[in-house]
């Protein structure tokens, strides 16, 4: 589909920096009088009516406007799910949106990479647990090796909350 040109857009090519002139004032909330007014400051020689302004208005600047607001507030809902949920949640629904355009390969693919990201997420559990689980070993030789030391901790901490210490 040809899109037609208004003519605001057209006196771009002769007076480049109008279409922002337009804009600016529009964003700012100046009437079509006014906006042609400051338009003609700007850009001397520049015949823009305010029937000019107002068919700029109405056939781009306000469908601009209205699908800028329109993604702002896609952007905004998606940050929300974002914050409530994290980024794996939100990840896993715009995916899900997505699938019945998948192809075959596309879908193994993804497979593939959901299979490798859960080895991943085993092997770092695998190793907090082997973490810990040396944390308590050495805990426990520790406590064999220097049996007086664990006594020391402990009567240290109860002089701290004014409780008697223990008698070995």
Not at 16 to 45: F, M, N, V, Y
Not at 102 to 125: F, G
Request: glycine share 4%; with cysteine; proline share 4%.
């Amino acid at each position: 589909m040809r899109k037609v040109l208004t003519r605001l857009e057209k006196l771009e090519a002769e007076y480049p920096g109008i279409l922002l002139t337009a804009k600016a004032c529009l964003d700012a909330g100046k009437s079509a009088d006014s906006t042609a007014h400051t338009i003609a400051e700007r850009h001397p020689g520049a015949d823009v009516s305010r029937s000019t302004i107002d068919k700029f208005r109405s056939k781009r600047w306000l469908t601009q406007k209205s699908s800028l607001q329109e993604q702002k507030d896609k952007y905004t809902a998606v940050a929300s799910v974002i914050s409530e949920t994290g980024l794996d949640a939100a990840a896993a629904a715009i995916l899900f949106e997505r699938v019945p355009d998948l192809t075959s390969t596309q879908l193994i693919a993804l497979r593939r990479v959901k299979i490798q990201k859960d080895k991943i997420k085993l092997e770092k559990q695998k190793a907090r647990n082997a973490g810990k689980t040396a944390q308590q070993l050495l805990g426990e030789n520790q406590a064999t090796a220097d049996p007086e030391a664990g006594l020391k901790a402990a009567n240290a901490m109860r002089a701290i909350f004014g409780i008697e210490p223990i008698q070995p």
